[in-house]
């Protein structure tokens, strides 16, 4: 398996930079292509306000569309840049109207989608959930270094999303110099599903990824429990389902995927629900 369709969700903050040169990346070793979304929040909500006039409203117009302009083409040459330093494919469409539905259609057929993780757990922190709920895309939140080929950490708990990020995260396992298969034992939750480590050890066996080598942990907080062991084995990525119960009850009460969205540093994270 391998990777040819990796899709970067870009903030217009500083974090695009980092995200940017993870992608492109993996397109000089994958041999994928990569397509940069801006998703800059809109710099026209709250132009028009009561009592504003029309020549008011035209000015402020003109200003937003230059700044538009400007950091569309400060996305563009930061990407020219890095592609031509990494020899990768790199390419901006424009901005839409709205950053969501032009992202979707191209998610669904995606590889991989990246955000930076600073991004996903702020200004576009509902277009990431949006992307994992509704389009099912296999979703990378960069944090730290790029990707490596170092060990990679797999939090599974026998559920369907974890079996979908496994199989997204595939091309990164078969190049990883191990896979660590973490499962915790007070979670209660999956206890009727635990003892399914042993078939994923031998799925991604198939699959030809080596050194793999299942870790029992423990602890009532879930996501402290596998950030904890995934950074003791100095794991670069972290392959886990997002939002096994309802988003509703991860929002008001907390969850796994939030808590490992929220944590602060490495490894990265690639989601799939």
């Not at 950091?71 to 790199?90: C, G, M, N, T, W």
């Not at 496994?166 to 034992?185: E, F, M, T, W, Y």
């Not at 029992?216 to 879930?222: C, F, K, L, Y």
Request: glycine share 8%.
């Amino acid at each position: 398996m391998t990777l040819k369709s990796i899709i970067v969700v870009a903030s217009g903050e500083d974090s695009d930079t980092d995200v940017i040169a993870s992608a492109a990346k993996l397109s000089a070793r994958f041999g994928a292509q990569v397509s940069v979304v801006p998703a800059f929040p809109d710099p026209a909500a709250g132009l028009v306000s009561y009592g504003a006039g029309l020549q008011d409203i035209g000015d402020a117009a003109e200003r937003i569309l230059a700044s538009e302009r400007v950091a569309q083409e400060r996305l563009e040459s930061l990407a020219r840049d890095i592609a031509a330093k990494e020899k990768a494919s790199v390419s901006v469409e424009k901005r839409a109207l709205l950053p969501a539905l032009a992202l979707a259609p191209a998610a669904i057929l995606a590889d991989l989608v990246l955000f930076s993780g600073d991004a996903a757990k702020a200004s576009l922190a509902g277009l990431f959930a949006e992307t994992l709920l509704s389009t099912r895309a296999p979703v990378l939140l960069t944090k730290g270094a790029p990707l490596a080929g170092g060990p990679i950490a797999i939090a599974w708990d026998g559920s369907a999303q974890a079996a979908r990020a496994v199989r997204a995260a595939l091309p990164l396992l078969q190049k990883a110099s191990g896979a660590l298969i973490l499962r915790n034992v007070d979670d209660e939750t999956k206890e009727a599903e635990a003892s399914s480590s042993e078939q994923l050890r031998a799925f991604l066996a198939r699959h030809e990824v080596n050194n793999i080598a299942p870790m029992e942990v423990r602890g009532a907080r879930v996501a402290d429990s596998l950030l904890s062991a995934a950074r003791a084995e100095k794991c670069e990525l972290l392959v886990a389902g997002a939002y096994g119960r309802p988003r509703l009850f991860e929002m008001v009460l907390g969850g796994t995927t939030r808590t490992l969205v929220q944590a602060p540093g490495g490894p990265s994270l690639l989601f799939s629900h």
